[in-house]
T-cell receptor, first 112, second 112 residues
């Protein structure tokens, strides 16, 4: 099992550019999540998907969209990147038990 | 809204016990979690406690939950230099216990 994988690992964007962060899990988990981590702010939930075909807003959804393409994949899209979106983005998937929580390695995004 | 508070730093000597404290606001949280993050890495689930439990022990880790005061603590016995990391407390905000709100993290520094 690869667990949770994220691509790219690192990205630099100019203000106004768009991009999609990819996340995939091979553990057959129903629930997937996108978080951002900023210095001194901990992790904040952007969007989550409790099951295939559903998505819900988290704490900080503005400026982002998500797609639960299938059970394995959950993508995060920035339509028009802003410097305030410079952050480290983590994807996570969670199985039936609270013990089965896995985070990806993160995508470091810099918006100039 | 929901909020999770932690002290930002803790410094201990190798071999001592470490106690990291956390307070949360959502009294309906079903699960409370502790995660560890090492530099440049994603989050690793350390342990969790169900909201109807007072205590959970797992090898060197002891979690205490005071539901009345909404206070959670993580005790690491015989702290080692390899325990140096950022520790995040998190509460669940949904019934399934999978949508999480994180604290800002406590940086644990262990000196030899």
């Amino acid at each position: 099992n690869a667990g949770v994988t994220q691509t790219p690992k690192f990205q630099v964007l100019k203000t106004g550019q768009s991009m999609t962060l990819q996340c995939a899990q091979d553990m057959n988990h129903n629930s997937m999540y996108w978080y951002r981590q900023d210095p001194g702010m901990g992790l904040r939930l952007i969007y989550y998907s409790a099951s295939e075909g559903t998505t819900d807003k988290g704490e900080v959804p503005n400026g982002y969209n998500v797609s639960r393409l299938n059970k394995r994949e959950f993508s995060l899209r920035l339509e028009s990147a802003a410097p305030s979106q410079t952050s480290v983005y983590f994807c996570a998937s969670i199985g039936q038990s609270p013990k089965t929580q896995y985070f990806g390695p993160g995508t470091r995004l810099l918006v100039l | 809204g929901e909020d999770v508070e932690q002290s930002l730093f803790l410094s201990v000597r190798e071999g001592d016990s470490s106690v990291i404290n956390c307070t949360y606001t959502d009294s309906s949280s079903t699960y409370l979690y502790w995660y560890k993050q090492e530099p440049g890495a994603g989050l690793q689930l350390l342990t969790y406690i169900f909201s109807n439990m007072d205590m959970k022990q797992d090898q060197r880790l002891t979690v205490l939950l005071n539901k009345k005061d909404k206070h959670l603590s993580l005790r690491i016995a015989d702290t080692q230099t390899g325990d140096s990391a950022i520790y995040f407390c998190a509460e669940s905000i949904d019934q399934a216990g999978t949508a999480l709100i994180f604290g800002k993290g406590t940086t644990l520094s262990v000196s030899s």
